[in-house]
């Protein structure tokens, strides 16, 4: 059984530092991209960051860019999301994936098969 489990979120100020983990479990994801993305209330889920599967490509949202960083580690089957300068804007449930986007579409969410439960990340003002 495929199984994602986040970690790493939690309140901070505006303009701190968070790091999210997503271990993935029940299969090698050595050769799968993954992905985080972000739903806030009464908002719909919305792509923050993808990394293929050697790590050499990085895809990012507009509003994350310069901010974020996607990074992965293949031995441990876990990706990683270092979000630095944080904002309230930034405030919701953080969501990894794995998926295969063979057109290209690090940023679509049908390309990503397997969904994590999420991680609060809340930043005050």
């Known amino acids: 059984q495929v199984q994602l489990v986040e970690s790493g979120g939690g309140l901070v100020q505006s303009g701190a530092s968070l790091r999210l983990s997503c271990a993935a479990s029940?299969?090698?994801?050595?050769?799968?991209?993954m992905g985080w993305f972000r739903q806030a209330p009464g908002k719909e889920r919305e792509f923050v960051a993808a990394i293929n599967w050697s790590g050499t490509n990085r895809y990012y949202a507009d509003s994350v860019k310069g901010r974020f960083t996607i990074s992965r580690d293949n031995a441990k089957n876990t990706v990683y999301l270092q979000m630095n300068s944080l904002k309230p804007e930034d405030t919701a449930v953080y969501y990894c994936?794995?998926?295969?986007?063979?057109?290209?579409?690090?940023?679509?969410?049908?390309?990503?098969?397997?969904w994590g439960q999420g991680t609060q990340v809340t930043v005050s003002s």
């Open positions: 994936a794995v998926g295969d986007p063979a057109s290209g579409s690090y940023s679509a969410k049908y390309e990503y098969h397997y």
């Open positions: 029940g299969r090698p994801f050595s050769t799968y991209a």
